[in-house]
């Protein structure tokens, strides 16, 4: 295998990382970029610790995500940043934040449970939304009559809002916290009827 000087490895692994629209994991790196290249997983390790350091006080930021690694921007320059975006960010009901967040929080779970958690039926578009966004998937079909599909967040899920594992998700007993993991997203006013949309 061919080898790779510090400053080239470095180089390599920041650019690949860079031009990834997604999270990218150390297994990946090794079976893509560096796969004609002689390079342990610590020394890998050690090069990201180090671009992580780089960009520690920068406008962009190596971070840990879903697994792997990304650049993006540093909250603190969201506000700012905002007027450089073209759409607006979508709105979500109250209703499908409150979905969401069960699903985070008690996967794998079966929409009759997020409906016994929430105490009102869950909509089919709630649940189409979500899967149509890549923040939930259908993992399997609980062993009880009718096979309801159990549902779970998803990798996508993580990235999106900034966590590595779902263990980063703040305690439920901590209302501040909790708000702010669902801060990137809008909410639009309930409908004044009973069922959710």
């Known amino acids: ?3 790779i ?3 080239q490895l470095k180089q390599l692994v920041e650019a690949s990382i860079f031009v990834q629209s997604k999270a990218v994991t150390i297994t990946a790196l090794r079976e893509t ?3 004609e290249f002689s390079v342990s997983r610590d020394r890998l390790k050690a090069v990201i610790e180090e671009l992580i350091h ?3 006080e920068r406008g962009v930021q190596l971070v840990k995500v879903a697994g ?3 650049f993006q921007t540093r ?4 506000g700012p940043l905002q007027m450089l975006w073209q759409e607006q960010a979508p709105r979500y009901s109250r209703a499908t934040l ?3 967040a069960v699903i985070a929080y008690q996967q794998p779970v079966t929409r009759g449970e997020i409906e016994a958690v929430r105490g009102v039926a869950v909509s089919s578009q709630i649940i189409k939304n979500l899967v149509d966004r890549g923040w939930i998937k259908a993992i399997g079909h609980k062993e009880v009559p009718g096979r309801p599909a159990l549902y779970a967040t998803t990798s996508e899920f993580l990235s999106y809002f900034g ?6 998700l703040p305690p439920l007993t901590d209302a501040e916290s909790l708000q702010t993991v669902f801060s990137g997203l809008k909410t639009v006013p309930e409908p004044e009827s009973v069922t959710e949309e």
């Open 98 to 100: 409150e979905t969401l």
């Open 1 to 3: 295998m061919a080898q």
């Open 75 to 78: 909250d603190s320059l969201s």
């Open 163 to 168: 966590l590595d594992a779902l263990r980063d």
């Open 68 to 70: 792997g690694y990304r």
């Open 54 to 56: 780089d960009y520690q």
């Open 33 to 35: 970029v560096l796969a």
């Open 5 to 7: 000087n510090d400053l």
